[in-house]
């Protein structure tokens, strides 16, 4: 399974955009790049995911580079509520199964 | 509503006894997993069902067992032989292995005493 490497911590203001990078440079072909959230002792949240297109949707942006090698979470407008843990993780080929194998993840302070 | 219950919430157990947390969904996923979490660290894989009557080891399968017997239920046994099984246990399921998305607890903070 390709790793991810993401900073340990981030801080951000409220109303202002929040950029998560992740650098997942083994990535091999058929793998997706998915960005999970984790609220203070609750379970872990889907944000959303992409394979070498950008993507978006209601919660964020994700930016993929052309070599797939990084990618970034983009939260337009961060609020207090986004405080949370934000994993990046790189799904194996679905023939593999899916087990979303998780790292530390980038801890994000909203401050106001 | 749908989705997916752990139960309970906290749960404490002496030294040396085994001990059954609760995963039951109701989104007709195929795909379970059960993970562990430690104060501070990311999640790790402890087993995985993609369908009834069939799981995998994960990263950190030695001293848990799990059973799949129904779509929707995915129980962890944590036992004796687990060294350090205090942690935050958070069940996972998705429609399939390839499902796009996990859908997770709430989490059962177990405590050993």
């Known amino acids: 399974d390709a790793k991810t490497t993401q900073p340990p911590s981030m801080d951000c203001a409220e109303g202002r955009a929040a950029n998560l990078p992740c650098n997942h440079s083994t990535i091999s072909g058929n793998e997706y790049v998915y960005w999970y959230r984790q609220i203070h002792s609750q379970g872990p949240q889907y944000i959303i995911h992409?394979?070498?297109n950008n993507e978006t949707n209601e919660m964020a942006s994700l930016i993929i580079t052309e070599d797939r090698k990084s990618s970034t979470l983009i939260l337009p407008h961060a609020t207090l509520r986004d405080t949370a843990v934000y994993y990046c993780?790189?799904?194996?080929?679905?023939?593999?199964?899916?087990?979303?194998?998780f790292g530390g993840g980038t801890r994000v302070l909203v401050k106001p | 509503d749908g989705g997916i219950t752990q139960s309970p919430k906290y749960l404490f157990r002496k030294e040396g006894q085994n001990v059954t947390l609760s995963c039951e969904q109701n989104l007709n996923h195929d795909a379970m997993y059960w993970y562990r979490q430690d104060p501070g660290q990311g999640l790790r894989l402890i087993y995985y069902s993609q369908i009834v009557n069939d799981f995998q080891k994960g990263d950190i399968a030695e001293g848990y067992s799990v059973s799949r017997e129904k779509k929707e239920s995915f129980p962890l046994t944590v036992t004796s032989a687990q060294k350090n099984p205090t942690a935050f246990y958070l069940c996972a399921s998705s429609i399939s292995v390839s499902g796009t998305e996990a859908f997770f607890g709430q989490g059962t903070r177990l405590t050993v005493v």
């Open positions: 993780i790189v799904r194996p080929h679905a023939a593999a199964g899916n087990k979303l194998t």
């Open positions: 992409g394979l070498k």
